[in-house]
């Protein structure tokens, strides 16, 4: 099941961007199709400036981008890229393009991965078996993948895992904060009673006590010290 609050929250984020989105459409969207090509490079700086104007363009390019991903001739590095975009454009009718794409490809962990990422960003529950695979790669890549993902599509069921991992990549802030953030968002979306449980398991066990204070300052940091709900 998807994290409604977290879907939610995405939501309105792009409705909050929306306008700055249709003003970068006007001024990029007669590019779109170079700038897709582009992704490819030849050099890191035309990458980079292409994938930051469509990101801009949010929703308003999804039809471009979705008619490149159908594109055999396209460049697979910019494929790549393109499902990835499409994963943060909040448009549905990528769901099932981007499905299909995962499917295409199952025998790259590497675009599984990303592609899984992508279908979570578009609030896809068939992404949450590839995320979980993810979780347990060598590539810390891809286990940031899957922990991020997990923040939208993670279950009840995932927490203990999610908190032995903790443990297993102390090393990396980017995978502990994502687990923190996962752990939290699957917890709030529990009844209060399993809320509460839980965040009192993670609280008093030592092994935890990193995990607990990521979670603490993630609670202070969106409602200020001392001010947290009880759920």
């Not at 499917?103 to 979980?132: H, W």
């Not at 599509?153 to 999610?162: A, F, H, I, S, T």
């Not at 529990?190 to 990521?214: C, G, P, V």
Request: net charge negative; with cysteine; aromatic share 6%.
């Amino acid at each position: 099941m998807v994290n409604r609050k977290v879907m939610k929250a995405a939501a309105e984020r792009h409705r909050k961007m929306r306008p700055q989105a249709k003003r970068a459409y006007r001024e990029y969207g007669a590019q779109a199709h170079e700038l897709i090509r582009q992704l490819a490079g030849p050099t890191q700086a035309e990458h980079d400036r292409a994938f930051d104007q469509l990101a801009r363009m949010g929703e308003f390019v999804a039809s471009e981008l979705l008619e490149a991903l159908a594109d055999p001739t396209l460049d697979p590095v910019a494929t790549d890229e393109v499902v990835s975009l499409l994963g943060g454009t909040g448009d549905e009718r990528a769901r099932e393009p981007v499905w299909q794409f995962l499917q295409a490809n199952q025998d790259d962990p590497e675009r599984v991965s990303t592609t899984a990422l992508s279908l979570a960003g578009l609030g896809d529950d068939r992404a949450l078996p590839y995320l979980r695979e993810g979780l347990d790669s060598d590539d810390e890549e891809q286990v940031a993948n899957g922990v991020a993902g997990m923040i939208t599509l993670g279950q009840l069921e995932d927490v203990p895992r999610l908190s032995q991992m903790y443990r297993h990549h102390r090393a990396n802030r980017e995978i502990c904060f994502g687990i923190a953030n996962a752990v939290l968002t699957i917890l709030g979306e529990t009844d209060q009673r399993t809320f509460n449980r839980a965040m009192d398991e993670i609280r008093t066990s030592f092994a935890d006590r990193d995990l607990w204070a990521d979670i603490w300052a993630i609670l202070e940091s969106e409602f200020g010290p001392a001010h947290h709900p009880v759920h």
